[in-house]
């Protein structure tokens, strides 16, 4: 019994020292590196231009308007957007807001006629008409519901890629006297975004 003891003590011993000495062993290696990796971001740059700029920028004015109307007449104008960034534009949208108001107001008698997107400034090539979009998104047909409601105007635009907006609105021929000298002041905003569902 005290042999197998021994016996087993020393097995345990020499076990020990074989692992110690597999320790002390040494292996090659070698490493290499991978420097200068650069991220950077890109830019989501919406720009504008109408009639009277014809350079794109950030802010443009009097692209669309009228005077002296009638109830009947009509009048049109055109912005066009660019993406001057680096990131495609997956979605446009649109928002009204009155920035000189009048009693009655004069909104609610101006309807949007022709609405259209296209490849040039008057829509005629690679036109796409989005009147009946932009109503029922809006949730009527009269300027003042733009200035409630948001429109995404269908298509996105490309790394350096133009599309024009088309609109005409009409005042509407049922307009009455208590329209008669009236004037209010619109503000356009477009937003830009990089993911259509925003």
Known sequence: MINKK??????????ALVLMGAGAYAFFSSSATSTGNIFDSGTLTLQLDDNNEVTPAATV?????????????TTSGFI?????????????????TETVSSSPD????????SVKTGDNSDCS???????????????????DKLNATEYEIPGGLAVSATRYLCVT????PTADNTFQGKTITETFTFVGDQDASQ
């Open 6 to 15: 021994i016996l087993m003590s020393g097995f345990s011993v020499v076990s």
């Open 61 to 73: 004015t009097a692209s669309i308007g009228g005077s002296n109307m009638a109830p009947g007449s």
């Open 80 to 96: 066009s957007m660019h993406n001057g960034g680096s990131i495609a534009i997956q979605a446009v949208d649109i928002k009204g």
């Open 106 to 113: 004069l909104a609610t008698k101006l309807l949007f006629d």
């Open 125 to 143: 090539t690679g036109a796409s008409d989005i009147t009946a979009s932009l109503i029922a998104a809006i949730g009527g047909s009269t300027l």
């Open 169 to 172: 609105l009409k005042f509407d």
